[in-house]
């Protein structure tokens, strides 16, 4: 089965416009998380969502906004990009939403670079 | 005081050495436990995951967590040139009304030299 796909593999932006990073979780996987990975740091969360319903946010500007699709793939944007939201976005899957046995799968990222 | 503390490193072992990795936090409500293991422009790849207190053991990799001293390691056994990677802690409360977010650490590097 395929991973967590996320597209596309690299972004070089300027300052002030607007980017869209798109994931397709594993099949099966109801679930969908973003999280951002600045360089030499952890991931950061941003949002979860689950059913198509945003379920968390973490402490991200409302620049930030995501939506999942009735496929369960989803879509992060980010408005204004400013120098700091260079980083690597992260997508996660995960296949139930409450019980424990729900770790995150992550894809390999989009790097997204802003000028 | 960040959620979850971690050692940079980087460390660097001998092959067939047993590595060490460790990270501490803050938050008595974690009860998920996960260690991933990242390498140069990948995604973190999920390696253990354990619920609550005690030990897992899978393969050369052994999981343990202390919750009363809000302390987790991860070993490694017979340490191999393509263990070389960065090392993340990831911890969860589970679900709550904010979603199920997973608070991570810094990532340790580490290298195994041949």
């Known amino acids: 089965d395929a991973g967590v796909t996320q597209s596309p593999t690299h972004l070089i932006k300027t300052r002030g416009q607007q980017v869209t990073l798109r994931c397709s979780p594993i099949?099966?996987?109801?679930?969908v998380s973003w999280y951002q990975q600045v360089l030499g740091q952890g991931p950061q969360f941003i949002f979860q969502y689950y059913e198509k319903e945003e379920r968390g946010r973490g402490n991200f500007p409302d620049r930030f906004s995501a939506r999942q699709f009735p496929n369960y793939s989803s879509e992060l944007n980010v408005n204004a990009l400013l120098l700091g939201d260079s980083a690597l976005y992260l997508c996660?899957?995960?296949?139930?939403?409450?019980?424990?046995?729900?770790?995150?799968?992550f894809g390999n990222g989009t790097r997204l670079t802003v000028t | 005081q960040k959620e979850v503390e971690q050692d940079p490193g980087p460390l660097s072992v001998p092959e067939g050495a047993i590595v060490s990795l460790n990270c501490t936090y803050s938050?008595?409500?974690?009860?998920?436990f996960m260690w991933y293991r990242q390498y140069s422009r990948k995604g973190p790849e999920l390696l253990m995951y354990t619920y609550s207190s005690g030990n897992k053991e899978d393969g050369r990799f052994t999981a343990q967590v202390d919750k009363s001293s809000k302390y987790i390691s991860l070993f490694i056994r017979d340490s191999q040139p393509s263990d070389s990677a960065t090392y993340l802690c990831a911890m969860s409360i589970g679900f709550s009304n904010t979603g199920n977010q997973f608070y991570f650490g810094t990532g340790t590097s580490l290298t195994v030299i041949p």
């Open positions: 099949s099966g996987h109801k679930s």
């Open positions: 938050n008595s409500a974690f009860q998920y």
């Open positions: 996660a899957s995960s296949l139930v939403f409450q019980t424990y046995n729900s770790p995150l799968h």
